[in-house]
Protein backbone atom coordinates (compact mmCIF):
# COMPACT_ATOMS: atom_id res chain seq x y z
CA UNK A 1 0.00 0.00 0.00
CA UNK A 2 1.14 3.44 -1.04
CA UNK A 3 1.29 6.35 1.43
CA UNK A 4 0.69 10.25 0.70
CA UNK A 5 4.19 10.43 1.51
CA UNK A 6 5.95 7.78 -0.40
CA UNK A 7 4.04 9.59 -3.55
CA UNK A 8 5.02 12.74 -2.67
CA UNK A 9 9.22 11.44 -3.01
CA UNK A 10 8.46 9.42 -6.25
CA UNK A 11 6.71 12.64 -7.90
CA UNK A 12 9.66 14.82 -6.50
CA UNK A 13 12.34 12.71 -7.42
CA UNK A 14 11.17 12.83 -10.98
CA UNK A 15 10.72 16.23 -11.05
CA UNK A 16 14.51 16.29 -10.05
CA UNK A 17 15.62 14.17 -12.48
CA UNK A 18 13.56 15.45 -15.31
CA UNK A 19 14.58 18.87 -14.42
CA UNK A 20 18.17 17.89 -14.71
CA UNK A 21 17.65 16.77 -18.27
CA UNK A 22 18.57 18.68 -21.01
CA UNK A 23 15.90 19.32 -23.33
CA UNK A 24 17.16 18.52 -26.83
CA UNK A 25 17.28 21.08 -30.09
CA UNK A 26 13.82 21.37 -31.88
CA UNK A 27 14.96 21.30 -35.23
CA UNK A 28 17.82 20.50 -37.13
CA UNK A 29 18.88 24.24 -37.01
CA UNK A 30 18.70 24.20 -33.53
CA UNK A 31 20.74 20.99 -33.37
CA UNK A 32 23.41 23.15 -35.43
CA UNK A 33 23.48 25.93 -32.86
CA UNK A 34 23.76 24.06 -30.43
CA UNK A 35 26.43 21.72 -31.64
CA UNK A 36 29.22 22.46 -28.69
CA UNK A 37 26.63 21.09 -26.00
CA UNK A 38 27.04 17.67 -27.67
CA UNK A 39 30.10 17.56 -29.24
CA UNK A 40 33.83 18.57 -29.59
CA UNK A 41 34.21 21.67 -32.09
CA UNK A 42 36.60 23.46 -33.90
CA UNK A 43 38.32 25.80 -31.61
CA UNK A 44 36.74 29.63 -31.89
CA UNK A 45 33.35 27.91 -33.11
CA UNK A 46 30.48 31.07 -32.95
CA UNK A 47 27.14 29.02 -33.58
CA UNK A 48 25.72 32.24 -33.32
CA UNK A 49 27.66 32.86 -37.36
CA UNK A 50 26.42 29.48 -38.61
CA UNK A 51 24.83 29.79 -41.80
CA UNK A 52 23.15 26.86 -43.51
CA UNK A 53 24.07 26.13 -47.04
CA UNK A 54 23.02 23.12 -47.63
CA UNK A 55 21.05 20.03 -46.29
CA UNK A 56 20.83 16.27 -47.52
CA UNK A 57 18.33 13.50 -45.97
CA UNK A 58 20.29 10.34 -45.26
CA UNK A 59 20.35 7.56 -42.85
CA UNK A 60 17.41 8.81 -40.61
CA UNK A 61 19.09 12.24 -40.34
CA UNK A 62 20.04 15.29 -41.99
CA UNK A 63 23.41 16.30 -42.80
CA UNK A 64 24.15 20.02 -42.73
CA UNK A 65 26.19 21.59 -44.87
CA UNK A 66 26.75 25.42 -43.21
CA UNK A 67 29.58 28.13 -43.07
CA UNK A 68 30.53 29.78 -39.72
CA UNK A 69 32.83 32.51 -38.52
CA UNK A 70 35.95 31.84 -36.45
CA UNK A 71 36.17 34.41 -33.71
CA UNK A 72 39.35 36.52 -32.80
CA UNK A 73 41.59 34.00 -31.94
CA UNK A 74 40.56 31.44 -34.87
CA UNK A 75 41.64 34.36 -37.17
CA UNK A 76 38.21 35.75 -38.36
CA UNK A 77 38.00 33.27 -40.95
CA UNK A 78 35.02 31.76 -42.60
CA UNK A 79 34.79 28.02 -42.31
CA UNK A 80 33.17 25.29 -44.10
CA UNK A 81 31.76 22.27 -42.21
CA UNK A 82 29.17 19.64 -41.94
CA UNK A 83 27.29 17.99 -39.01
CA UNK A 84 24.70 15.21 -39.14
CA UNK A 85 21.90 15.16 -36.60
CA UNK A 86 19.19 12.87 -36.02
CA UNK A 87 15.72 12.57 -34.96
CA UNK A 88 15.90 11.33 -31.03
CA UNK A 89 12.07 11.52 -29.16
CA UNK A 90 11.34 15.21 -28.94
CA UNK A 91 14.32 16.77 -30.75
CA UNK A 92 17.33 16.81 -32.65
CA UNK A 93 20.54 15.07 -31.32
CA UNK A 94 23.87 16.09 -33.13
CA UNK A 95 25.62 12.92 -34.06
CA UNK A 96 29.19 14.15 -35.43
CA UNK A 97 30.42 17.57 -37.52
CA UNK A 98 33.46 18.25 -39.83
CA UNK A 99 34.73 21.70 -40.21
CA UNK A 100 37.47 21.96 -42.72
CA UNK A 101 41.00 23.80 -42.38
CA UNK A 102 41.41 25.93 -45.35
CA UNK A 103 39.21 28.42 -44.81
CA UNK A 104 36.76 30.14 -47.51
CA UNK A 105 37.33 33.02 -49.50
CA UNK A 106 36.30 36.88 -48.91
CA UNK A 107 32.41 37.39 -47.90
CA UNK A 108 32.31 33.05 -47.34
CA UNK A 109 32.55 32.17 -50.57
CA UNK A 110 35.25 29.22 -51.96
CA UNK A 111 38.46 30.65 -54.20
CA UNK A 112 38.45 27.23 -55.36
CA UNK A 113 37.39 23.04 -55.18
CA UNK A 114 37.34 22.33 -51.48
CA UNK A 115 35.88 19.00 -49.88
CA UNK A 116 35.73 16.80 -47.03
CA UNK A 117 34.59 13.32 -46.05
CA UNK A 118 31.83 13.39 -42.41
CA UNK A 119 31.57 10.31 -40.87
CA UNK A 120 28.37 9.36 -39.35
CA UNK A 121 28.73 7.88 -35.64
CA UNK A 122 28.00 5.13 -33.53
CA UNK A 123 24.26 5.44 -34.21
CA UNK A 124 24.50 5.31 -38.16
CA UNK A 125 26.38 3.95 -40.76
CA UNK A 126 27.23 7.13 -42.79
CA UNK A 127 29.99 8.45 -45.42
CA UNK A 128 29.04 11.88 -46.68
CA UNK A 129 31.44 13.54 -49.45
CA UNK A 130 30.42 17.57 -49.14
CA UNK A 131 32.10 20.43 -50.62
CA UNK A 132 32.19 24.06 -52.50
CA UNK A 133 33.47 25.23 -55.51
CA UNK A 134 33.88 28.92 -56.87
CA UNK A 135 33.79 26.57 -60.30
CA UNK A 136 31.50 24.11 -62.26
CA UNK A 137 28.36 23.07 -62.04
CA UNK A 138 28.15 19.69 -60.65
CA UNK A 139 30.32 17.12 -58.93
CA UNK A 140 30.62 13.20 -60.28
CA UNK A 141 31.20 11.58 -57.12
CA UNK A 142 32.37 7.91 -57.85
CA UNK A 143 32.79 5.43 -54.95
CA UNK A 144 34.82 2.51 -54.09
CA UNK A 145 31.81 -0.20 -55.14
CA UNK A 146 31.75 1.44 -58.58
CA UNK A 147 28.91 3.63 -58.31
CA UNK A 148 28.24 6.98 -59.67
CA UNK A 149 26.48 10.27 -58.85
CA UNK A 150 25.99 13.04 -60.36
CA UNK A 151 25.11 16.16 -57.68
CA UNK A 152 24.79 19.26 -59.29
CA UNK A 153 26.26 22.47 -57.24
CA UNK A 154 23.75 24.89 -55.44
CA UNK A 155 24.79 27.90 -54.92
CA UNK A 156 28.61 26.86 -55.47
CA UNK A 157 28.07 24.19 -52.57
CA UNK A 158 27.23 20.25 -52.97
CA UNK A 159 26.52 17.01 -50.44
CA UNK A 160 26.20 13.76 -51.16
CA UNK A 161 25.74 10.72 -48.70
CA UNK A 162 25.34 6.89 -48.37
CA UNK A 163 24.27 4.72 -45.26
CA UNK A 164 27.33 2.93 -45.48
CA UNK A 165 31.10 3.51 -44.00
CA UNK A 166 33.63 4.34 -47.09
CA UNK A 167 37.27 5.40 -46.71
CA UNK A 168 37.65 6.14 -50.48
CA UNK A 169 35.79 7.82 -53.20
CA UNK A 170 37.12 10.27 -56.24
CA UNK A 171 35.71 13.27 -57.41
CA UNK A 172 35.47 15.23 -60.24
CA UNK A 173 34.41 19.02 -60.76
CA UNK A 174 31.78 19.31 -64.17
CA UNK A 175 31.62 22.27 -66.19
CA UNK A 176 28.37 23.08 -67.69
CA UNK A 177 29.33 20.69 -70.98
CA UNK A 178 30.92 17.59 -68.66
CA UNK A 179 34.08 18.17 -69.04
CA UNK A 180 36.15 18.14 -65.71
CA UNK A 181 37.87 20.53 -64.47
CA UNK A 182 39.29 19.34 -61.38
CA UNK A 183 39.62 16.06 -60.01
CA UNK A 184 40.21 14.82 -56.08
CA UNK A 185 40.59 11.62 -54.51
CA UNK A 186 40.76 10.40 -50.95
CA UNK A 187 42.15 7.13 -50.70
Same mark, same amino acid.
Given at each position: MQTRSTLAYVYLAVTVLLSGCQTLPATPQEALNR???YIPT???????TTRVLETFEAAGGTIIVYAWQADDLGG??? +?LAAAYVTPDGLGWRPQSTLSLAEPLGADCQPDALTTGTLSGSEVSALTAVFGASDRGVA? +???WPDGQTKVVPLTNG??????PEVFTTWELELLDAFGNVIERESLT
Open positions: LPEPTGYRPEGQC +RV +RLTVFVQAR
